[in-house]
Nanobody, 122 residues
């Protein structure tokens, strides 16, 4: 089992920045790829970004490419999502997730955090 806890969400004005953190415990975090997903009210959970176990490979949704940066520090059992130039449409609950296989669909991720709210005002 891997336990994940997100932090760093909040309210920010459009154009602002936030950095989300994901603290992992349990089984060896470095064995897993990590992903960030988000879910807005009334919408399905959508992929945001993923990073492989070593941090050497990253992939982003088109909607956040160039604005968001995913990273990880396996020594600290932590992952991060730096979000710059935030837009009102980025408003959602953001979830950290881990998988042994990788991918961009929620079904491919076995472990999830409880989520952290990000609200971007216009």
């Amino acid at each position: 089992q891997v336990q994940l806890v997100e932090s760093g969400g909040g309210l920010v004005q459009a154009g602002g920045s936030l950095r989300l953190s994901c603290a992992a415990s349990g089984r060896t975090f470095s064995r897993y790829a990590m992903g960030w997903f988000r879910q807005a009210p009334g919408k399905e959970r959508e992929f945001v970004a993923r990073i492989n176990w070593s941090g050497g490979s990253v992939y982003y949704a088109d909607s956040v490419k160039g604005r968001f940066t995913i990273s990880r520090d396996n020594a600290k059992n932590s992952g991060y999502l730096q979000m710059n130039n935030l837009k009102p449409e980025d408003t959602a609950v953001y979830y950290c997730s881990a998988t042994g296989t990788g991918g961009t669909t929620p079904q491919m991720y076995a472990y999830w955090g409880q989520g952290t709210q990000v609200t971007v005002s216009s």
